[in-house]
Structures are given as C-alpha cells and as structure tokens.
C-alpha cells in the first residue's frame, strides 16, 4: 500500500491552506472559495527547528485553537488505546510509557516498536505525546498507543494483505481506536475484509483521505471503506488544505497544516511546516478518545456521533461538504457543555445502518435509544438543492472562545441518480 503522501518526504504539507473551489463533479455539499469554519487561534506559531519542549509545543496552535488545557480538566484519554497502523513507533521520551507493542507486518529489521520513518512516531506523538523532552504534546496525553507496523511506500514492497494484515491485528487487540495514516488508489478486497471485520469487532476507525488533490485527487482506501471515517487537513482558520483530497468519502476534517513533525527515523530533531491529512487523522483519533475515556460503555457509533453533531460547520448537517465532511473536530462542545447526541448504540453514523455484535452502553444517555441521526449514509448527498445562511457565532467555554466563520456557503444541486450511483460505489 502507499502512503498518504506519495512519497517519504513530501508526505508533510508545506502550503497555506484555502477553501476549495466549487467542484463540477461534487456529489455532495461543497463549501464554495472564501466559506470557512475555525476556531480562534490563541497562540502564534513559531517555525524554526528546536528542542525545547516550549518551542515545539508552541508550533501546535490546534492546542489552544481546540481549547486543549480544558479539555485536560475534563479528560485526558485516559483508559483508551488507539492502534496506530503506521511506519513503527519508537518510544521517544515524549511516548516513554504510552506505546505497546502490537505486530510487525514488514520484512524489515526489528519489530512494531522500530520506526523506520519517524512518521508513525509522530502520529503517535500527536496522540498520546506527553511532551517530556522537548516532544510533542498529544491531544490525548492519558491515552497509550498500540504499533501496528506496516509499509509505507513502494520501496518497501508492501503487499495489499499486509496492510490487512496489520488492521486484522489492531481489530484483535484491546485497542478501542484504529488510527491509519495510510492510503492507497487501490481498492484491495483482503483490506476491505479486515476493515469490515474490524467494524464487527466495534472499533472505531479513522483513515486519512490522502495528500494528491492538486495533481489527481484519487478515491483513498482505506479511508472510502464504510464504517471508515475519512478525515481531510485544516489550517488554523478551519480551511481546507490544498493538497488535502476531497470527494464523498471525506467525513470529517482536523488541523493538518503547519505542525512540528520528526525529521527522520534519527530521532535528533522535529522539523516545521509538517502535516497533512496524516496528522488529521492522529488528531482526529485523539479526540475521539477523549470523548471515549469520558463515555467507557459508549459504542464506537456513539463516540463518531458526538463527534459529528458537535463538528464546526456553515452548513447544514445532512449536506456534508466534499472537503470538510460534516466539519471540523472539535471535542469541546461535549466535554465543556455536554452538547452532542450519542444516540443509538447499534447504528453507524456514516452509514445509518445496523452494526453486528455491538450492545448499547451501560451509561449511554436516553436519547441514545431513539432514531438513528438525521445525516445521510456515507457516500449520500443530501439530495436537493440548498443554500447555507450566512451566519456569525460564537460560544464561549470555560473561557475559552470559539469562533466560527460563516461566509455564505452555496451547495450543490444534486439529483436522485448521483444519489444513487454514489451509494451503490460506496457499499459495492
């Protein structure tokens, strides 16, 4: 399978973000130039090298954007583990006692814990980092991560059952999060199985969409998999990166631009200007398991839920956009105000359909019995034409502000037979 990025080095964005412009071939709500959601960026971002546990966590602004210290008051993650299906992690003072390992899928020297990249070392970073020595600080510091090593790339020969080799093994283990950030333009049927058999198993999967939309924005697997949710990369203003893909099959979107990153598989320095939908996804399975830390007997479904009510968005909720999904995660609204609805159990959010094996939490809510959410399965447009107010708000949470930018976002006309051609792709 190859990487998100296409490639080793170029897998960390290094350009500004925008807001993609209106797609011809959009199958679903698509947020025209100039419309953005965000946050209020608290902190500035200083790029230069450093080992200074200050100076690199001053580079990740989504810390304060997302209100970071707060949620910490609240959860830390705390009891969950995330499989991180990557490149290996090497246990950097930062992930000192936070990293386990799971299984080696590669035929390379060493085992789950030999990152042979850096690039799984800093999703796991971002994760469950808990800054010592100078690392990054992850948005879920209580958590722990568990390695899943696979290939990234063609130059290490990766076979399409070793990446489903690798997801299998994170749906075995006791890891409640599967984290890939990973992808590929190829749709491989024993990777499609271990997705689906990681869904019966109720994890909840996060994958990242892929990097390659200014040259062929391919579908990425296994990101388009039902039950998979796709995540894109934001900028600080809540933009969508543009190199970030975009297509039906983005359900979510996270900060991905302008982050500290390790430079290599040395491990002598983080380098600046990293990202990319890669580190979307670690964020995004970070704020899943805060949420999950503070709701144990909640099912996969309705952690995602939450986390799809109380995304940031301009538009309404059951017209998802091509290139932020249902909005920009953010945790706080939950875990500061209690908003989001976890509703059933038994029912996958991106789907709408019923899921095997899965039983109702023990401290779910009473809404979380009722009818499945309002949004359309995943690969569904909202049907109909609409047009999103344009609209200013703000709220306010254990002080810390959020702000979120409505510019007039206009929707796409979409007709039955996309509707249905969309749905059959998605779930053949």
């Known amino acids: 399978m190859s990487e998100d990025m296409q490639g080793m080095k170029p897998r960390f964005g290094r350009r500004e973000g925008w807001t993609a412009p209106f797609s011809g071939s959009s199958r679903r709500l698509v947020a025209l130039l100039g419309s953005a959601i965000g946050v209020l960026v608290l902190g500035s971002v200083g790029l230069a090298p450093s080992a200074a546990a200050d100076d690199v966590q001053s580079k990740q602004w989504y810390l304060d954007a997302m209100g970071a210290a707060d949620l910490w008051e609240v959860s830390t993650g705390k009891g969950i583990k995330v499989a991180v299906v990557d490149s290996g992690i090497s246990e950097t003072p930062s992930l000192k006692g936070r990293v386990q390992p799971g299984k080696d899928v590669t035929d390379l020297p060493g085992g789950s814990l030999d990152d042979y990249d850096g690039h799984g070392t ?244 009473p809404s979380a019995s009722g009818p499945a959410s309002s949004q359309p399965p995943k690969g569904r447009a909202g049907g109909g034409a609409a047009e999103a107010a344009s609209s200013s708000k703000s709220a306010e949470s254990n002080g810390q502000l959020w702000l979120i930018v409505a510019a007039g976002a206009a929707v796409a006309v979409i007709g039955g037979g996309a509707f249905a051609a969309v749905r059959a792709r998605r779930r053949a």
Request: charged fraction near 25%; include cysteine; proline fraction near 6%.
């Open 122 to 365: 800093t999703m796991a970073e971002l994760i469950v980092g808990s800054g010592r020595g100078g690392g990054i600080k992850g948005l879920a510091p209580g958590a722990e991560a568990v390695s899943f090593r696979t290939g990234l790339g063609n130059k290490f020969g990766t076979k399409e059952d070793r990446s489903a080799e690798a997801i299998r093994a994170a749906a075995d283990s006791d890891a409640q999060i599967i984290s890939m950030s990973i992808g590929s333009d190829v749709m491989y049927p024993d990777e499609e199985e271990a997705v689906k058999y990681a869904a019966s198993k109720g994890k909840l999967m996060f994958a990242s969409v892929g990097n390659n939309a200014e040259k062929k924005n391919f579908i990425g697997y296994p990101a388009a998999y039902p039950s998979v949710t796709g995540v894109s990369a934001a900028d600080k203003s809540g933009k969508v990166a543009k190199y970030s893909e975009f297509g039906e099959y983005v359900d979510l979107a996270a900060p991905g631009l302008n982050l500290p990153h390790w430079c290599d598989e040395t491990f002598r320095s983080y380098c600046d200007d990293g990202g990319g939908t890669s580190s979307a996804t670690a964020i995004a399975s970070a704020s899943a398991a805060l949420i999950w830390s503070k709701h144990p007997n909640w099912t996969a479904n309705q952690v995602l839920r939450v986390l799809i009510d109380t995304a940031g968005r301009d538009w309404p909720k059951d017209e998802p956009s091509d290139y932020l999904g249902y909005g920009l995660v953010r945790p706080a609204p939950h875990l500061l105000e209690g908003k989001g609805n976890p509703g059933p159990a038994d029912v996958d959010p991106l789907t709408n359909e019923k899921t095997r094996g899965v039983g109702s939490g023990k401290d779910a809510s």
